[in-house]
Structure formats: C-alpha cells, structure tokens
C-alpha cells in the first residue's frame, strides 16, 4: 500500500495567461492538485497520505473519521478505503442520513460504513474521553479528525512546496489550517504564503495553524485573510460562481465555489487592488474538492 501512495507530481502547472496578468507584469500559475487522483482529490489525498502510512505502522486495519453529509473528506476516505482495500467509518452529521445525497451514494457505493450522530454528539469529536470511547467501539481503527489535519497531514501538505518551480508568493484557500501549515512548514524562509479563509469569524485559525507548525510560530512570511468568506462556510453570492463558470469557459479551470473558487476569487480581487508588486509570480494551490459540485446541483444552489 505504501508504494502505491507515491504521488506523481508531474501533474501540470497550469498558468493563467491574460493581459489582465501581463499589464501588472505578474506571472500566476495554479498548481492542480485536483488532478492528483480521479477520486482522492488535491489535498485530501496529501493529508491522508501519511495518515495511511501511520495506520499501518500501528497494525490498524479500520479507518475511522469524521464529517458532514456533503464532505470532501468523507469522500476521499470512502474512495481511499476502496483504493486500498481498508474497511472505512464514518461518524456524519445528523440528524439523519439522506440516502439520496450523492457524496453519501458514494461513500457506500465504496464500502464506507456510515453512522449518523445528533449534532449535540457531534460536537463531541475533539473530545478525548469520546474518542476513546469510539476507539473501545471500534478497537481496530485508525481515527482520522474531521477534515483530515493532524501532524501527519502536514507531511503530505510539506512535499507539496517541494514540487514547485521557484515562486514569491503561495496561495491556497483554508478550512482547519493543516494545508496553509503544511506549505509554511515546507516553504523557504523568504516566501510569502497567504491563506484565505472559506469561513466567517476565521481569526482563530492564526493560533491553528501555529499550533500546527513551529515554522508558523517563529516566521511572520505568512498571513491568514479572512474577509474573503463570500458569507460564510459553504456560502456564496452569485458573483463568486459566476466568477468560477467564467474561469472554467475562458481558461479550461474548473472551480467549486466552496474552497478553491473562492480562493482564486480573492486572489483575482486582490490583484485588482494591485496587492502584489510588478514581477510577482504567484502560485496558487487548487485543493480540489470538485465533487462538491454534485451535492450543491442536488441542493438547487448552482
């Protein structure tokens, strides 16, 4: 299993050529990790990457984590649970289960072994004493936090930074903090690294990811921006997916207005408001996350 987890990181560059660019004379590429794999996408497949290696050197055959009814994450394990031949858990947000939502048509169609909790227990999932519980429950797991950050995560996330041509600036957008660690802990002293947060009152994510990476703690080369939310976690306005159909017309990028959509929106506005000096190249991250489209089509929403 552990060989089959090397990631190919021919997967391309891909850079955004306009004049739009070219009169600020700023060179802006997106690093495609949605490409990654046709299932396990962007950088779900790299915090889970070391997780798997870990589980295995524990001896735990199980999977077990946590997530919401149209999670990417919970997608990514159903299909790496299916990919590796693990038997894969997941504890969803209730109250209920919607047997017509496609990311959880997905995840059983892999195996995955969905348990639905009330949110009132589902606020429980960074509880010690309840994941020792569940861990008694299901003695040969491996439990994975929601979202899939934890120190391995960061590993996986690190070798990202490894793989790009030299840059001034990296970009990508942040849920939890492990991806926007992950690129501080791999990237030179002299890059600067900008998060945008997906989610409203995100200001707490500055001591995540500090928390998460030392580099992060000692180095003032980054920086979290947090008005760029578009209302919220799982919100958007009109304009943003507008903005991410233009994108996928004009230069073949498909976007979800969730996570990568709303990163490259801020970015775009960014550049607008001259942000980045002449001679700037950019790079930003797509996460991937692109199933999520599915489950936004079934709720009306786009």
Not at 117 to 136: F, G, H, M, P
Not at 253 to 263: A, T, V
Request: net charge positive.
């Amino acid at each position: 299993m552990i060989q089959s987890l090397k990631i190919n990181e021919n997967n391309y560059i891909q850079q955004i050529d306009t004049a739009y660019l070219k009169k600020r004379n700023i060179y802006l590429g997106v690093k495609r990790d949605d490409l990654l794999h046709p299932l396990i996408s962007g950088n779900k497949w790299r915090k889970l990457k070391y997780n798997l290696v870990h589980m295995k050197e524990l001896n735990k055959t199980e999977l077990l984590t946590f997530g919401g009814a149209f999670s990417n994450h919970i997608h990514a394990c159903a299909a790496a649970g299916k990919e590796f031949n693990i038997k894969t858990h997941a504890i969803i947000r209730g109250p209920e289960l919607d047997s017509d939502n496609p990311t959880l048509q997905f995840a059983k169609q892999c195996g995955m072994q969905l348990h639905v909790v009330n949110r009132i227990e589902y606020k429980q999932r960074y509880d010690q004493r309840y994941l020792e519980t569940l861990q008694r429950r299901f003695p040969n797991a491996f439990i994975i936090p929601e979202g899939g950050t934890n120190e391995h995560a960061l590993l996986g996330c690190k070798e990202l930074v490894h793989s790009l041509p030299e840059h001034d600036y990296l970009v990508c957008p942040t849920g939890s903090g492990g991806t926007l660690a992950g690129l501080i802990e791999g990237s030179k002293a002299n890059t600067h690294i900008i998060g945008i947060a997906v989610l409203k009152q995100a200001q707490y994510l500055n001591a995540e990811v500090k928390k998460l990476s030392s580099k992060a703690e000692k180095q003032d080369n980054w920086q979290l921006l947090t008005d760029f939310h578009d209302g919220g976690y799982g919100k958007f306005s009109p304009a943003l997916w507008q903005f991410c159909q233009e994108m996928n017309h004009t230069y073949n990028l498909p976007l979800e207005p969730i996570y990568s959509g709303k990163m490259m929106y801020a970015l775009w506005k960014l550049i607008e408001q001259d942000y980045f000096p002449p001679g700037s190249k950019i790079i930003a991250i797509h996460t991937g996350g692109l199933q999520g489209l599915n489950g936004l089509k079934y709720r009306g929403l786009i």
